[in-house]
């Protein structure tokens, strides 16, 4: 059940549910308009644990079920499952206690799949009487070329680029788009669209055809003011969002106005806590949190149950719902008039030496040779193989007849399955692969064997059979709503659900069919969060005032500093850099006066001098008996200079003689060095000794006839 906290805050004013909604519950009083105590609460939460109760209010459409469910790992949650057969439909829940702002809601939505035709919404809307919606406009003619629609308007349409539409009942199903944007309105009477939430259309040239209707999609259902997350797309990684003010446009955050209004966010999908029989364990994905505030709306998401950091998705501050009003929540499902649905179940389907299948439905089929269809299910898989890619009918015969080219040439019969209209070119969705064998209803508990190992569906999916037909053509009666309780490879088990009631039970029967996924809308949770919004101002000081600085303490380690980059920057003082730079090789030489990276080796240690990079290191080690240059080390690249570290020399011979450094062919460095030296000479240079760029560092024997053993070190560098 809901359950309604207050603050105890000493803020004068009322509470989250104080408004003019009778529904409303008991203003929450406050006293007292200083001093202001910071809180934390929720004031409104649902765990959809018992449902509607006392807090919601539910319109559901023939077909669909709303209902509670999970009873497994803290599981529960609520589901909107929308019909796959009635199109136009819709089915929402509204809360009856009221909200004024500013206000957070966050709430847990996941989904069993995506449908393109389906819209599902979660959105915080105004209390007050919504605007009328517009009627459907006709279509005088329409046609298509590429991925350009035009639509010319019985009368003037009245549209605008940017508004979201569905065309359907045209000759033509292809032309049905369920999901449209108005692109351009060239004249009163004549629009294009080009893209919907599911991108551009398909690419086609055909028409022009006089017939079909514009739908318009209103968003909140007419509310004045208010914002929406909706789910429209077949990608669980989009949604569209909206906000109104005033009862202006809706104003889409994000996407392309005139196109896709798409944004990414975080995935819908439900999770399965725990897949076992009679387990029903769905959890979201994702936590969505929607603050309405009077300036600005804001959009954002983060993994469930974790510590990530959630991500800004969507804010509009030049259109803001109005702060005066009261907003309630309502969370609902649609399928568009344009949804790819079934149009009925197959009675036979019979092939005579050819390839074209005559048809036989249970109900009045409303194909025409325009149409366009999918079929799955079908008994017989090998000479009926399912028609998941969009195929036109060949003939109309009769009301519950049709033709179609399907498969190969072969001399068969079979029954069961289902067919669907294909519109906008979207074909049938959820629909399952494996077609039914033979099926078992014992206790009112089916269990369908299939033709290939079950996939699409998990334990707790909802589902629709359609077509279950005996091969004497004759319906088993089991064609409904049914949750899943169990898989085991070829073989699945059902029990009903909505208003779907089982007949008599029957052990095992031969038969077709087909299983339809339906798409769920699963809400775990709802909390509505009352906040103060407050506004602190520091002193006024002028630029550069460390004194009016505050501090900032960085939670995220990952986070991306943002800033103007310190190496090589100009500015003074220099932005903070608070890593080192790491190397592998000598950088370019910078720029006097200019700030520098701190180096590092490339596992992060310091490089302080003299020394440097390990890689820019070099020693020589050697014998010298002539008064002759010998190479330590060659000239570097351009730029780059020798450096000595260290020099260590003994002379072993009984002639005296001088040890040099030379710079080519400059001496920079010697030292006298007597005859038969018992231990050698060890020098390290504080500060190194430095050659010249792009020179050799050279050593000597300054006297021919000695023997001088010679080791030094250095390194390469700027």
């Known amino acids: 059940m809901a359950k309604v906290y207050t603050d105890g805050g000493l803020v004068e004013g009322v509470g989250l549910f104080a408004g003019n909604d009778p529904n409303a519950l008991a203003p929450v009083t406050r006293t007292n308009a200083l001093p202001v105590n910071a809180s934390n609460i929720v004031s409104y939460r649902e765990a959809f644990e018992v449902f509607p109760g006392d807090d919601w209010s539910v319109t559901q ?36 206690f009221t909200a004024p702002m500013p206000l957070e809601m966050a709430f847990g939505a996941h989904m069993s799949q995506r449908t393109i035709g389906q819209q599902f919404v979660v959105e915080l809307v105004s209390t007050d009487t919504p605007a009328a919606i517009p009627g459907d406009l006709a279509i005088a003619s329409i046609s298509q070329s590429g991925t350009t629609l035009t639509a010319n308007m019985v009368a003037n349409h009245n549209l605008r680029p940017g508004q979201r539409i569905g065309i359907y009942g045209c000759a033509d199903s292809r032309m049905n788009y369920s999901a449209l944007v108005v692109a351009t309105t060239p004249t009163a009477q004549q629009f294009t669209a080009t893209a919907g939430p599911g991108g551009n259309i398909p690419t086609l040239t055909v028409g022009p055809f006089a017939s079909g209707l514009v739908t318009l999609r209103p968003g909140m259902l007419g509310a004045p003011d208010g914002s929406a997350m909706i789910f429209e797309q077949g990608n669980a990684g989009q949604a569209s969002f909206y906000v109104k003010s005033a009862g202006g446009d809706l104003t889409p955050i994000g996407g392309t106005i005139a196109g896709n209004h798409s944004t990414t966010i975080n995935s819908t999908a439900s999770v399965q806590a725990i897949a076992a029989a009679l387990t029903y364990a769905f959890r979201p994905t ?17 993994s469930v149950d974790t510590t990530g950091q959630a991500t800004a998705r969507a804010t509009m501050s030049q259109v803001a719902p109005d702060p005066t009003k009261t907003y309630k929540v309502r969370i609902r499902g649609e399928n568009y008039k344009s949804l790819t649905a079934p149009v009925g179940a197959i009675v036979s389907v019979t092939k005579n030496g050819s390839a074209t299948a005559t048809v036989l439905m249970d109900r009045p089929h409303g194909l025409t040779a ?28 009769d009301a519950t007849s049709f033709t179609v080219v399907w498969g190969s040439l072969a001399t068969a019969t079979s029954y069961g399955g289902m ?43 909802y589902v629709d059979t359609i077509g279950v037909v005996n091969t004497a053509g004759v319906s088993l009666g089991v064609d409904g709503a049914w949750r899943v309780r169990d898989i085991n490879g070829t073989s699945a088990v059902f029990e009903a659900i909505g208003t779907t009631i089982p007949p008599a039970d029957f052990t095992s029967t031969n038969c077709g069919g087909a299983i339809i996924k339906r798409t769920d809308l699963r809400v775990s949770f709802v ?3 009352d906040f103060e919004r ?70 992060g240690a310091l490089i302080s001098k003299p020394y440097s990079i390990p ?16 190479a330590a080390k060659a000239a570097g690249a351009a730029g780059i200079k020798n450096y000595v570290t260290g020099v260590q020399v003994q002379n072993t011979s009984g002639v005296a003689t001088t040890f040099l450094l030379q710079d080519g062919a400059t001496t920079v460095w010697s030292i006298n060095l007597p005859a038969s030296m018992a231990m050698p000479v060890v020098v390290d240079f504080p500060t190194p000794v430095a050659g010249t760029a ?25």
């Open 694 to 718: 792009a020179t050799a560092l050279n050593v000597n024997c300054g006297t021919t006839g000695a023997n001088v053993l010679c080791n030094v070190q250095g390194y390469q560098a700027p």
């Open 286 to 302: 994702s936590e969505y949190r929607l603050a309405m505030m009077s300036d600005r709306v804001q959009w954002q998401d983060a």
């Open 370 to 397: 325009n149409d366009w269809i999918n079929s799955f299910g079908v008994r017989d898989s090998s000479n009926f193989p399912n028609l998941s890619a969009a195929t036109q009918v060949a003939s109309v015969i």
């Open 527 to 529: 909390r509505l969060f």
């Open 615 to 630: 890689e820019a290191d070099w020693r020589y080690t050697g014998t010298l008996t002539t008064n002759a240059a010998v």
């Open 419 to 461: 067919v669907a209209r294909v519109n906008g070119g979207q074909v049938m969705q959820g629909a399952n692969a494996t077609s039914v064998q033979s099926a078992t209803l014992a206790s009112g508990i089916l269990t369908l064997v299939g033709w290939g190992a079950w996939s699409n569906f998990s334990v707790g999916d």
């Open 61 to 96: 459409a023939n077909g669909d079920i709303v209902a509670v469910d999970g009873n497994a790992a803290g599981s529960s949650y609520l589901v909107i499952s929308k019909s796959p057969w009635t199109l136009g439909s819709q089915s929402y829940i509204e809360s009856l």
């Open 534 to 603: 407050l506004r602190v101002e520091a002193l006024s000081r002028p630029a550069n005032d460390a004194a009016g600085a505050g501090p900032v303490v960085v939670q995220n380690a990952s986070l991306n500093m943002q800033g103007a980059q310190a190496n090589q920057s100009s500015l003074v003082p220099p932005p903070v850099l608070v890593s080192g730079y790491g190397v592998s090789a000598n950088p370019t030489t910078g720029t006097t006066g200019r700030q520098q990276y701190l180096l590092a080796t490339l596992i």
